[in-house]
């Protein structure tokens, strides 16, 4: 049964930070390009960053380029986000993802970002 | 950055109607396209890969066609299980973008 699980969301004040893990199973990790996707509350779906293979190759949306880090950890079939400098525009529900095949989501985690 | 508009921004629509929903890319992104179903409080579901590949257990009611900038995701015979909001996402060049999302509610 493949899942993606994601983990590590909360509140956090603006200009913390905050790190999002993403499990993978059920399927050969390792084999997928993986994605962070995010939905702020009452809005349409947004692109927020890519990792490669073997992530050394990543890509960010202008956003959150200089402030997040996507990475992974093969060995742990994990993703991971790590968010620095939150703003409160970065409150949203965060999915990871292999965005097309095979297309498999996680259920997301809640990032609230708030004084 | 590719924009992508979509169209309608929501609809209403019957049990059994067919419904058509339309993606358009700001520059030709070949078929580099995908459709996704969200329904409220859920994580979106992939539906349709590469423009009009169906993603595996997703059921032939669904197709998508299209090319270059303008593509369509059609629906033959709307169930309930269907009213939803739909996104389409453009892969040809980072950074991918989506479309603003079309909502389907019931008549």
């Known amino acids: 049964q493949v899942q993606l699980v994601e983990s590590g969301g909360g509140v956090v004040q603006p200009g913390k930070s905050l790190r999002l893990s993403c499990a993978g199973s059920?399927?050969?990790?390792?084999?997928?390009?993986m994605h962070w996707v995010r939905q702020a509350p009452g809005e349409g779906l947004e692109w927020v960053a890519v990792a490669s293979f073997d992530g050394r190759q990543t890509k960010y949306a202008d956003s959150v380029k200089g402030r997040f880090t996507i990475s992974r950890d093969n060995s742990k079939n994990t993703l991971y986000l790590q968010m620095d400098s939150l703003r409160r525009e970065d409150t949203a529900v965060y999915y990871c993802?292999?965005?097309?095949?095979?297309?498999?989501w996680g259920q997301g985690t809640l990032v609230t970002v708030s004084s | 950055d590719i924009q992508m508009t979509q169209s309608p921004s929501s609809l209403s629509a019957s049990v059994g109607d067919r419904v058509t929903i339309t993606c358009r890319a700001s520059?030709?992104?070949?078929?580099?396209l995908a459709w996704f179903q969200q329904k409220p409080g859920k994580a979106p579901r992939s539906l349709i890969y590469?423009?009009?590949s169906l993603q595996s257990g997703v059921p032939s009611k669904f197709s998508g066609s299209g090319s270059g900038t303008e593509f369509t995701l059609t629906i033959s015979s709307l169930q309930p299980e269907d009213f939803a909001s739909y996104y389409c996402?453009?892969?040809?060049?980072?950074?991918?973008?989506f479309g603003p999302g079309t909502k389907v509610d019931i008549k």
């Open positions: 059920g399927f050969l990790f390792d084999g997928f390009v």
């Open positions: 520059q030709v992104i070949s078929n580099d």
């Open positions: 993802a292999c965005l097309m095949t095979p297309g498999y």
């Open positions: 590469a423009a009009s």
């Open positions: 996402l453009q892969y040809n060049t980072y950074p991918f973008t």
